[in-house]
């Protein structure tokens, strides 16, 4: 069993920059794929990073690529997504995912695919 904790998220301007952080209990954490996904106000919720287990690959939005980055700490159970350059299109809550795949490198975008989920953090860019 895995529990997320989002946190980081709160009020940037436009062009600023703000680090999500999801805190994993479960000593499987390591092992498992991560993701971001988040919902804009009125809108469905979408895909916006991707992370192997081991780290070594990566998978981003259109939307994003470019300015944000998901990374993992391991040995803090923490995964991250940086935000820089963000616009007001980026306002949303924030949720992490973790995918169930032993040490898989596959990085998936389809949010079906993942299993455990976090209660969301908000983000809002103002112009």
């Known amino acids: 069993q895995v529990q997320l904790v989002e946190s980081g998220g709160g009020l940037v301007q436009t062009g600023g920059s703000l680090r999500l952080s999801c805190a994993a209990s479960?000593?499987?954490?390591?092992?498992?794929?991560m993701a971001w996904f988040r919902q804009p106000p009125g809108k469905e919720q979408e895909f916006v990073a991707a992370?192997?287990?081991?780290?070594?690959?990566?998978r981003y939005a259109d939307s994003v690529r470019g300015r944000f980055t998901i990374s993992r700490d391991n040995a803090k159970n923490t995964v991250y997504l940086q935000l820089n350059s963000v616009k007001p299109e980026d306002t949303a809550v924030y949720y992490c995912?973790?995918?169930?795949?032993?040490?898989?490198?596959?990085?998936?975008?389809?949010?079906?695919?993942?299993?455990?989920w976090g209660q969301g953090t908000q983000v809002t860019v103002s112009s």
């Open positions: 995912a973790a995918r169930a795949a032993y040490r898989t490198e596959f990085t998936d975008s389809t949010k079906s695919s993942y299993n455990y």
């Open positions: 479960g000593r499987t954490f390591s092992n498992y794929p």
């Open positions: 992370l192997s287990w081991s780290g070594g690959s990566t």
